[in-house]
């Protein structure tokens, strides 16, 4: 059974730092494509980043140079480092993991972690 559990939200606040963690079990971890995406409230769930099994990435545009999506693939662990939070940031991040980088970035087909509460609030 493919569980994907993800850690490190927090109320932070804007111009800080979080950095995610999703630790996958249940599937050969190398293999595949993960992604961190978010949902606010009110809104619909919205790709933020995504990374290969070969280790490309994309980022979302509201994220470029702010986040970093990196894997370890010895711990199966997906991390996304959040730096110079804004309050637009707030929302849950999910994690996904999907057999291809493809159907990661389309969210299809994918396995979802329960997500992980960021608030980014003075």
């Known amino acids: 059974q493919v569980q994907l559990v993800e850690s490190g939200g927090d109320l932070v606040q804007p111009g800080g730092s979080l950095r995610l963690s999703c630790a996958a079990s249940g599937l050969t971890f190398g293999a595949y494509g993960m992604g961190w995406y978010r949902q606010a409230q009110g809104k619909e769930r919205e790709l933020v980043a995504a990374i290969s099994s070969g280790n490309s990435s994309y980022y979302a545009d509201s994220v470029k140079g702010r986040f970093t999506i990196s894997r370890d693939d010895a711990k199966s662990t997906v991390y996304l480092q959040m730096n110079s939070l804004k309050p637009e940031d707030t929302a849950v991040y999910y994690c996904?993991?999907?057999?291809?980088?493809?159907?990661?970035?389309?969210?299809?087909?994918?396995?979802w972690g329960q997500g992980t509460h960021v608030t980014v609030s003075s």
């Open positions: 996904a993991a999907g057999r291809t980088f493809q159907m990661t970035m389309q969210g299809r087909n994918v396995y």
